[in-house]
């Protein structure tokens, strides 16, 4: 009884967590992460040149409806986090506050699926001679600038003092979760890579500072799996050598992030399955043992008139009594284990009282079934040849 309700909060848990919005579309979206080795793109340029003509290059495809490049993906884990200041807030007033960030390049939030909530996203025109510019996520709209709009206001990373430049929020994009679906969404904010002053304030001889690896993500009308030798023919084309790993669907990913509940739920899952078999054989051995030794007693009461159903449903009513002190005992020892796995738990109460109903109810049902072969048997006795053979 106790793991069968454990179960239950741990499967209830699991279908919680799927029914979560991620905050972006996985359908349709192939991811790859690539690394450029520093021995071959010795200057921020050829960097620049390699993720330009990747973008380029599988956007001119014909199956292709958008392809960005990110320093990291939804569903994985943050890459990055950064503290940040606010304008209009005093260095008196600042508090550390840090959130994730992604630097993107190309139509990273049309291939991802992100949702546009307000203002726009990045376009070709978001250069490092042009106003910096940041999208931030609905959380951090929300926290950042409590009751007004965050269209047109600026930050810049750090603390006040840091010489960082400004940037100017020009759009608010959905949460996305940056791990697990039953993680809570993060606050977050997205830069253009072409703007890389926004967190990296110092110059280079060579250009600017450019993505030197991260993830490729590529949205088309045909199934991941047939874009993946797309993917991987115009890779070859501009670096024969290049390694790409991962490659997989996004769909892929998320359930990746999934798995580790998705594991715990299996697990707990079938050792309910294997202690309820055994509860069942259990009810089975106890009844079959009560029937045998009391096969006078049926015998004598057959004998003097008892109908065959009622015989059945006193040996019926024997196993629900075993079954219902069983889940007595249960439900008591079920509310402080599932007190003890509550942390594991995502958006279920340890007392939610269908759990309990639940697993009373099957436990009565599977009691009832391991007492009717007994229950069968007694009723289809012979009271003649019980009471010569005694």
């Known amino acids: 009884?106790?793991?069968?309700?454990?179960?239950?909060?741990?499967?209830?848990?699991y279908q919680k967590m799927l029914a979560v919005d991620p905050g972006f579309r996985p359908e349709h979206v192939l991811v790859a992460g690539y690394e450029l080795p520093r021995s071959q793109y010795k200057t921020n340029a050829s960097m620049a040149t390699f993720n330009r003509e990747v973008v380029d290059r599988l956007a001119s495809q014909a199956s292709v409806t958008a392809v960005g490049l990110s320093s990291s993906l939804p569903a994985n884990g943050s890459g990055g986090q950064a503290d940040y200041t606010v304008e209009g807030s005093s260095a008196a007033q600042w508090k550390m506050r840090f959130a994730p960030f992604v630097e993107t390049y190309g139509d990273y939030f049309r291939a991802m699926g992100i949702r546009l909530i307000a203002g726009r996203t990045f376009t070709i025109l978001d250069q490092a001679d042009k106003p910096l510019v940041i999208v931030v996520n609905q959380s951090m709209a929300r926290h950042s600038w409590p009751g007004e709009n965050p269209i047109g206001k600026r930050m810049h990373l750090g603390n006040p003092n840091a010489p960082l430049p400004w940037a100017t929020v020009v759009g608010i994009v959905g949460d996305t979760r940056v791990g697990a679906p039953d993680q809570p969404a993060p606050d977050q904010f997205y830069f253009p890579l072409a703007q890389p002053s926004i967190i990296n304030?110092?110059?280079?001889?060579?250009?600017?500072?450019?993505?030197?690896?991260?993830?490729?993500?590529?949205?088309?009308?045909?199934?991941?799996?047939?874009?993946?030798?797309?993917?991987?023919?115009?890779?070859?084309?501009?670096?024969p050598q290049l390694a790409l790993d991962p490659i997989r669907s996004m769909t892929e990913a998320l359930s990746s992030a999934e798995a580790p509940r998705r594991f715990n739920t299996r697990l707990i899952a079938t050792f309910a399955v294997a202690a309820l078999l055994l509860a069942v054989m259990g009810i089975y051995a106890v009844m079959a043992f009560s029937v045998s030794s009391r096969t006078q007693e049926i015998a004598i009461r057959l004998a003097l008139g008892a109908q065959r159903a009622a015989i059945a449903r006193l040996i019926l009513g024997s196993g629900a009594k075993v079954a219902l002190l069983g889940c007595a005992l249960g439900v008591i020892g079920s509310l402080g284990a599932i007190h003890l796995v509550a942390s594991l738990l995502f958006d279920v109460s340890a007392t939610e009282p269908w759990i309990y109903a639940t697993s009373v109810a099957i436990m009565i049902v599977l009691a009832l079934l391991a007492s009717a072969l007994p229950a069968r048997r007694a009723a289809s006795s012979d009271p003649i040849r019980t009471l010569r053979a005694a």
């Open 201 to 239: 304030s110092s110059g280079s001889s060579d250009g600017a500072p450019a993505l030197s690896g991260g993830f490729i993500t590529l949205r088309s009308t045909l199934p991941p799996e047939q874009m993946i030798a797309t993917l991987r023919t115009v890779v070859a084309g501009i670096d």
């Open 1 to 13: 009884m106790i793991l069968l309700t454990v179960s239950l909060a741990f499967l209830r848990s």
